[in-house]
């Protein structure tokens, strides 16, 4: 996979997704905090990679949680107002890969991986689903 250009959007590892739903949230809480003027990185797109991460380390979460050089996949999370046109034909033409339905991410995700950066135990699971321990964390990082 080779991204060429410049991209305005947030370029995410896959392997670390579980379900487009994680990434919807850390989408929503960048947006509301961008919205009050209270995000922690520079950018929306840098704030949406450091909300999935399950600790407040910016360089670790872009490490975690971004895309780098020898990856073979990329998630790509646009934000834009209800009442801006996006032009998706010109961001897919900007990467060099197959695109997959966002309902079809799970495919490329690393569960081993993920369970180890969340700290999942397998009782929580039994209890719940993966997904419930990912988002959980990413939603109380900034409270305990």
């Known amino acids: 996979m080779a991204v060429n250009g410049e991209i305005k959007g947030a370029l995410i590892n896959p392997t670390m997704v ?3 739903f994680q990434i919807l ?7 509301h905090l961008h919205k009050n ?4 990185t520079r950018s929306l797109y840098s704030e949406i990679i450091f909300n ?5 380390n910016i360089s670790e979460a872009f490490k975690r949680f ?7 996949a990329v998630h790509i999370v646009l934000v834009h107002n209800k009442d801006e046109t996006l032009n998706i034909d010109d961001i897919i033409s900007k990467v060099d890969g197959q695109q997959i339905a966002v309902d079809q991410v799970s ?10 950066l969340y700290k999942v135990a ?3 699971e039994k209890c719940g689903s993966l997904l419930d321990a990912v988002v ?3 939603a109380t990082k900034d409270v305990v």
């Open 122 to 124: 397998p009782q929580e």
């Open 107 to 116: 495919v490329l995700t690393d569960v081993a991986k993920i369970k180890k």
């Open 136 to 138: 959980c964390r990413m």
């Open 37 to 40: 003027g209270k995000m922690k």
């Open 66 to 72: 971004g895309i780098s050089d020898n990856d073979s």
């Open 18 to 20: 579980v379900d487009a």
């Open 25 to 31: 949230v850390a989408a929503n809480k960048a947006v």
């Open 52 to 56: 999935l991460s399950p600790t407040n």
